[in-house]
């Protein structure tokens, strides 16, 4: 049984869907107003593993990932600009084509990170009906004030009858004694309490016609506001909409657990009566030197500057794979510090994964299966889900798929032998958990997919020097021989001859 860690609960839980054989997830996605970092890819890799591994269990999985285009105010608090509306101004475009441009690159990086698309994208901006019906909801149960022509819900009022800080853990006392004080607090009855709709200010660029209905001293008031929605609100509208008031997984970084996720379920509860949510995950964080990676900060590094190796701390260019690898290789809950060693140290355990794939796909079977690949291979597939259930632990699943080219290897160098049946489900194994699983792109020659989708020929190009190879060595003609391997080598390929021929990685 699948076991996952319920932020909620404070420990792993069995995993048990509302529905029968069907699966709601919905997963804080990018604002996008500038290319997608390290710190972007550990979320989108961490719940694509989560999405696939729920589909390889049979489970129908309708996944929801947001796009933040409208409310998410710079400092992630109620007060300054709109973060896509002042790289507009500052660009001198409308949003949408903020939007639209920093989207496209976001979902090129993640198809070459091997990221599944999820089932639905909504983007905030298209769902601005939603939220204001929400807004009204919570308005018609006494958790939210009108002030200023903004909503701002009121902690205070929905901490007496729900328990506000459940998920961060932390209590109303501590909340006041943390929360700084920022222009324009004075419209707040409490430092704490957050936006629900904002008014906009003149030169606001993105803003739509709202009505609100609202009681104030026992006197019923209309209020008509130019505005937009606050940051949080729009989640808990596109949440239930898409997998309704109840759902089974919410996910997202650990840094939303507060503010963010906090006030979605103030505001679900404070709507519908109850929690929506009922499995809370977050992935840690991808830190440079302790501190978390992240735009605020000033200390990110784009994916695309990995894939180019164009940023002074790094030493190279790294592959797609070899970033989702490096992620991989810790699991979802732990943190990891980013460094040009360790992305290299990712970088060669990836390729000895390549390389033994592509043995595996050129294994002759035998008689019988020697009783060393036996005792070794014995249990491979059943340790593979147990790391799985054991809230996806990834790291395991790449030990235990490591223990195995030690006997592809071995089997390879004609040391031992293997029947058919177990070379089969030795390939079923890397298929689902290297391929279909932890989203891993082998193919059989050990490569990796190239950017511009000329891999087979790529590939080709290389077999058919080493065939020529293969042919001058049949004539011995050394020089020619020597020469196609030497220069192959210099150029960084790794050439190894075999009784059928040769094999070869980069």
């Known amino acids: 049984m699948l076991y996952l860690y319920n932020t909620l609960a404070r420990t792993k839980q069995p995993f048990r869907p509302l529905h029968e054989g069907h699966v709601g997830m919905y997963v804080c996605g990018p604002t996008v107003y500038g290319d997608a970092h390290l710190g972007h890819a550990r979320p989108a890799i961490t719940f694509d593993i989560l999405f696939r591994y729920l589909t390889s269990l049979g489970y129908k999985v309708r996944y929801v990932r947001n796009i933040t285009d409208v409310g998410h105010l710079e400092h992630d608090a109620d007060e300054g600009e709109d973060k896509i509306a ?23 990086d993640m198809e070459a990170l091997n990221v599944l698309p999820p089932s639905i994208e909504p983007h905030a901006s298209g769902h601005i009906i939603e939220q204001i019906a929400f807004v009204q909801k919570i308005l018609d149960k006494g958790y939210a004030y009108v002030s200023n022509g903004s909503v701002y819900m009121d902690v205070e009022r929905y901490a007496q009858d729900f328990p506000y800080g459940k998920l961060s853990g932390r209590n109303l006392e501590d909340i006041v004694t943390d929360t ?20 906009a200010a003149p030169e606001h660029i993105m803003h739509w016609p709202a009505v609100f209905r609202y009681t104030e001293n026992g006197e019923q008031k209309t209020l008509q506001s130019e505005g937009f929605p606050g940051w949080h609100m729009e989640c808990s509208a596109m949440g239930t909409k898409y997998l309704g008031e109840e759902f089974d997984i919410h996910g997202g970084g650990m840094d939303l657990m507060f503010p963010h996720h906090e006030a979605e379920i103030a505001q679900s509860c404070a709507a519908l009566g109850h929690d929506t949510v009922h499995y ?15 735009k605020s900060y000033n200390n990110f590094i784009t994916l695309r500057q990995f894939f180019s190796g164009d940023h002074p701390l790094l030493r190279k260019a790294f592959s797609p794979m070899t970033i989702r690898f490096f992620i991989l290789m810790a699991h979802y809950r732990s943190t990891v510090d980013f460094s040009s060693e360790a992305l290299e140290a990712a970088e060669k355990g990836f390729q000895r ?30 340790r593979c889900a147990e790391a799985m259930d054991d809230d996806l632990n990834t790291p395991i699943v790449i030990s235990n798929l490591f223990d195995s080219t030690k006997v592809i290897n071995s089997l390879a160098d004609n040391k031992a032998t293997i029947s058919e049946a177990d070379i089969k489900e030795l390939r ?23 950017a511009n989708g000329q891999q087979n020929a790529y590939n080709g190009a290389i077999d058919l020097l080493l065939n020529i190879r293969l042919d001058a060595k049949r004539n011995k003609d050394w020089g020619t021989s020597d020469k196609i391997r030497n220069s192959l080598t210099d150029l960084g390929f790794k050439i190894k001859d075999t009784k059928d021929g040769f094999e070869w990685s980069l």
């Open 86 to 108: 002042k790289k507009a101004r500052l660009e001198q475009l409308e949003p949408m084509e903020v939007v639209q441009f920093f989207a496209n690159r976001y979902h090129h």
């Open 428 to 450: 079923e194994v890397w298929q689902l958990y290297a391929i279909d699983i932890l989203g891993l792109q082998l193919d059989a020659n050990g490569q990796q997919p190239t």
């Open 180 to 199: 700084r004080e920022l222009d324009g607090q004075d419209e707040k009855r409490h430092s704490y309490d957050f936006a629900l709709w904002k008014k």
């Open 280 to 294: 809370w995950l977050h992935n840690n964080m991808i830190t440079i030197a302790g501190k978390k990676m992240g």
């Open 353 to 382: 994964m390549q390389e033994a794939y592509q043995r595996l796909q050129k294994l002759t079977a035998g008689a019988a299966t020697s009783e060393e690949v036996t005792k070794a291979l014995a249990g491979l597939p059943e």
